[in-house]
């Protein structure tokens, strides 16, 4: 009984704790300290776009030490692990978007947010072009932002890889919108199947689903579209229900390649049960309004071509560079050499560039575009400024003591002298700052069905796992990284309502 006693006094004091917790994190939220005033002799720091890189450099990042200027066309982050769920209206979009405006807000020293795309950079004049693209637009929709440092985090655009047709008649899945353009289109096709007299191969033509490329991205999709159909359409609309089918294209010979191969395994076995049909080898080479054409490699090493009618296709093949840094390494002789991003050193400057770091997707790093590496990036790069900073502010003391030992009579100059000491030693400390290293805490995907795939670092080795308790993980592991509480609040409501109730399933 004491036993039970402690355990229901600990339960209770955690729960309570929570809530205590959960009330000061929303309290900051709504009364923000107000910000130290604007210093306009200190270094301007431009950071463009606001993803996993750029936000994370902002959130621990000392403003006060800098003129902080944002620049992104979109006025939010976008929690993008979370994206595949706001396809299928598990999770509302607004539920993983986190306004920029309350992460500046939140900062100790003012940051300005340009909401525009950056056009060019030049790096002779140190300046950005800016471009208002938004639908509303004033009388200046064009103007460049000068910076003494920049850091270029806009990450990366869809690959199509030129195929004909890709980019007329496919949905993508990187941004909200195209989220939102996907839900309403699932449910077009299902109301279109279920209009009266409609032809047999038409229904079957509608209901098919196909997602190009086999990485994370179409693997979480096709799961979460099968969920889909299983957890609510088959309910609500019974008699089409066994006419959806989903079809996963894949040019290599196995989906998500970047996983461990028992991994693989069971993804595709998984599949099979959700019957999400599965065509590894397989490359499309062409996409019309209403058939996607496909050249198989057989084991014979023959080819053979073949077409799937869609009524959704899903186009998810990975990236490609953003104009802006297709541009900007053309101008940078030293980046020639450098195809998938812009090249950068152990310190994240981009090479052969004066004064410019890049992070995320748009960077050449040696590692994955993934959220996990940008982050650590973003991370990385707030240290390095700040220890700048403080670099500058000792150098600065260093100076002003020294002089005021050899030209001011009467000083103590035992006590300067120790003074000095004391502030090189803080400067050698905070001179030597290590290169970037990245640390892999692994990979998790989720597969449909209430499953998900782990390959998760573990004391210097990995741990692969698939199943429902991976499900939990990868939900509480998502749940504990959205940035903020009321993300955190939204996305643990969204989750409960579907399940209360269902997805959503009108179509805006
Ligand atoms: P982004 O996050 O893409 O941000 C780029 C920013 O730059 C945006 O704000 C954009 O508006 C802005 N921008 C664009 N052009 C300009 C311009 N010209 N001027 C100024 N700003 C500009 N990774 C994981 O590690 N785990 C996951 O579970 C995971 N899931 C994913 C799911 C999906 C559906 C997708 C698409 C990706 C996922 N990723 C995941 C990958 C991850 O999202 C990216 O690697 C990450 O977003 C890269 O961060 P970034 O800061 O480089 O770019
Ligand atoms: P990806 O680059 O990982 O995969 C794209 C796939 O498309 C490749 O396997 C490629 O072989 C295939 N492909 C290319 N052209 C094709 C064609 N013509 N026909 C058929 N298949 C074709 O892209 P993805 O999934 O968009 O991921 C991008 C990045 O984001 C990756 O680094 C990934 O790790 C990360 N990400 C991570 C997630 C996670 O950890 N859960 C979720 C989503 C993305």
């Known amino acids: 009984r004491t036993a039970f006693r402690w355990i229901w006094r600990l339960t209770y004091l955690s729960v309570l704790g929570t809530f205590v917790y959960i009330g000061y994190e929303i309290y900051q939220d709504r009364n923000p300290e107000p910000q130290v005033p604007r210093d306009p002799s200190k270094k301007t720091l431009v950071i463009l776009g606001t993803g996993w890189g750029s936000v994370s450099l902002l959130k621990k990042l000392d403003t006060e030490n800098y003129n902080v200027i944002v620049i992104s066309p979109r006025n939010y982050f976008l929690f993008t692990p979370l994206l595949p769920s706001c396809t299928t209206g598990l ?28 056009s060019s950079i030049d790096t002779n004049r140190k300046i950005v072009k800016i471009r208002d693209n938004s639908d509303i637009r004033g009388d200046t929709t064009e103007t460049e932002v000068p910076y003494d440092m920049l850091v270029v985090g806009v990450g990366a655009e869809n690959a199509t890889f030129g195929i004909p047709g890709v980019r007329e008649n496919s949905c993508f899945l990187k941004e909200i919108g195209d989220a939102q353009q996907i839900r309403k289109k699932i449910m077009d096709c299902v109301e279109t199947a279920a209009f009266k007299d409609q032809p047999a191969a038409e229904i079957d033509r509608l209901l098919h689903m196909v997602v190009v490329g086999g990485g994370p991205t179409g693997v979480e999709f096709a799961g979460e579209l099968r969920d889909f159909f299983e957890d609510d359409i088959r309910k609500l609309i019974p008699d089409i229900a066994d006419r959806f089918r989903v079809t996963l294209i894949e040019a290599l010979p ?32 062409k996409v019309t309004d209403k058939a996607v054409e496909a050249e198989v490699s057989k084991p014979d090493g023959t080819k053979e071509r073949i077409v799937f ?40 400057v ?78 050698q400390r905070i001179k030597d700052i290590k290169p970037f290293h990245y640390s892999h805490q692994g990979s998790l995907a989720y597969i449909g069905s209430e499953k998900a795939v782990a390959d998760v670092s573990w004391f210097n080795g990995n741990v692969a796992s698939g199943g429902t308790m991976t499900y939990y993980f990868w939900r509480s592991a998502y749940l504990s990284m959205v940035f903020s509480t009321r993300n955190r609040l939204l996305v643990l409501n969204d989750w409960l309502k579907s399940k209360l109730f269902g997805r959503d399933i009108s179509r805006e």
């Open 91 to 118: 999770i509302e979009h607004r539920s993983i978007m986190e306004p920029i405006r309350s992460i500046c807000r939140s900062k100790k020293g003012p940051v300005t947010f340009y909401e525009a795309e950056a």
């Open 254 to 285: 196995n989906v998500l390649p970047s996983f461990s191969k028992q991994l693989i395994e069971y993804t595709e076995s998984t599949f099979k049960e959700e019957e999400i049909s599965i065509h590894t080898k397989t490359m499309v080479k």
């Open 309 to 348: 009618p869609y009524g959704l296709l899903v186009w998810a093949t990975g990236n490609t560079l953003r104009p802006l840094v297709r541009d900007l390494m053309a101008s940078i002789p030293a980046q020639k050499d450098s195809r998938r991003g812009l090249a950068v050193n152990e310190y994240l």
């Open 350 to 427: 981009v090479q052969g560039a004066r004064d410019i770091w890049a992070v995320g997707d748009c960077a050449v790093a040696g590692y994955a575009p993934t959220a996990q590496v940008a982050s650590q990036e973003g991370n990385f790069l707030a240290r390095l400024f700040n220890n700048m900073a403080k670099t500058a502010e000792l150098e600065e003391r260093i100076q002003t003591l020294s002089s005021s030992l050899n030209l001011k009579p009467g000083v103590n100059s035992a006590d300067v002298s120790r003074e000095i000491e004391d502030a090189e030693r803080k400067l």
